[in-house]
């Protein structure tokens, strides 16, 4: 066998050794049969005609009744043996809502750098596929690599950060079908390089309850549900129905946020967009009302500072939904 393995690393394909070529390379004789497995990390190799050259090598050459040469990228693998949502210990947070035009993704990011701010170590998948901001609130100011069909997550301040932007490259709207959805979850789950060692996975869900949502659920039954709604009576009609079908999905709701829920003048707080929108939520579902968030632009971007109240409040937030899933 040790004989079979030294030809076959040492057969030479054009300028290189087979050797040279494939990282694994494995080798079983059975009834005068060769049984090869090569492990590659190079998806630029042309395997049909290395296959012809070495059925050729191993049956002619070598004289075996017959071979089976099978192919095995090493790297896809490893993604999806290592696969950020087949992770112990790791808290999946969905961010969604009913409808869109709540603050969704803006929770998501001040909740990403709140958990990161407290030491956990986060990605931040933004899977809000006609509607992607998270790349515009962090300021990224370049795509990330992409090698080998491989995306490689952009990490801002410590947080890896994965989105569908990175995928189009372009600022062109998207139309896509339920299928194509599909592909560019499975791509952020199985084949995006993250750090090691993930804490906590935020999802900034798209709004509504179309086929995203059913297929995170797939992927990743055990994730946490937080639903964001504002003070308004219409909003949490639609947040409601949203809740429905996660707690129908079998999805653990955690709670609600109401969003821009007042706004502080003169030590007033000013109900501008409505009241009661957040606990007519959480009431309806049977969860906590998680937090009211007030209405407040960050001075710089989307991502509010240690020197600004929200900041304050999404800390102890990130803290609360931490002690709510121990």
């Known amino acids: 066998m040790e004989d079979l393995k030294k030809q076959i690393i040492e057969h030479k394909y054009q300028d290189k050794t087979i050797g040279q070529m494939f990282k694994e390379i494995k080798a079983e004789i059975k009834d005068d049969k060769v049984y090869l497995d090569l492990g590659f990390e190079d998806n630029n190799l042309t395997i049909d005609d290395i296959k012809k050259d070495l059925m050729k090598f191993l049956k002619l050459d070598l004289k075996y009744k017959g071979a089976k040469i099978t192919f095995t990228d090493l790297i896809k693998e490893d993604l999806e043996k ?15 809502s009913g409808k869109g035009g709540v603050g969704k993704s803006n929770v998501a990011a001040n909740l990403a750098v709140a958990f990161n701010d407290l030491n956990y170590k986060v990605a931040l998948i933004d899977c809000d596929i006609y509607g992607s901001s998270i790349p515009n609130i962090f300021e990224v100011d370049k795509y990330p690599r992409i090698s080998d069909g491989i995306l490689y997550a952009y990490n801002k301040d410590g947080i890896d950060i994965a989105s569908v932007d990175f995928l189009t490259r372009s600022t062109l709207p998207i139309i896509w079908r339920g299928p194509m959805l599909n592909q560019a979850l499975n791509h952020f789950f199985y084949y995006t390089r ?16 179309g086929d995203v949502a059913l297929d995170v659920f797939n992927a990743i039954p055990n994730a946490k549900q937080i639903i964001v709604t504002t003070p308004h009576q219409d909003a949490a009609t639609i947040a409601i129905k949203a809740g429905i079908m996660a707690l129908q999905m079998k999805f653990d709701i955690l709670g609600v946020i109401e969003n821009m829920s007042y706004y502080e003048y003169e030590d007033k707080k000013l109900d501008i967009f409505g009241f009661g929108g957040g606990d007519m939520v959480a009431n309806a579902l049977n969860v906590p009302l998680l937090e009211k968030l007030p209405i407040a632009a960050p001075k710089n971007g989307g991502l509010y500072q240690k020197d600004e109240k929200p900041y304050q409040i999404y800390q102890e937030l990130a803290k609360k939904i931490k002690s709510y899933t121990e």
């Open 82 to 96: 290592n696969s950020i949502i087949h992770k112990d210990n790791v808290l999946y947070l969905l961010i969604a």
């Open 194 to 209: 993250y750090q090691n060692d993930i804490d906590v996975v935020i999802i900034d869900m798209p709004p509504g309850t």
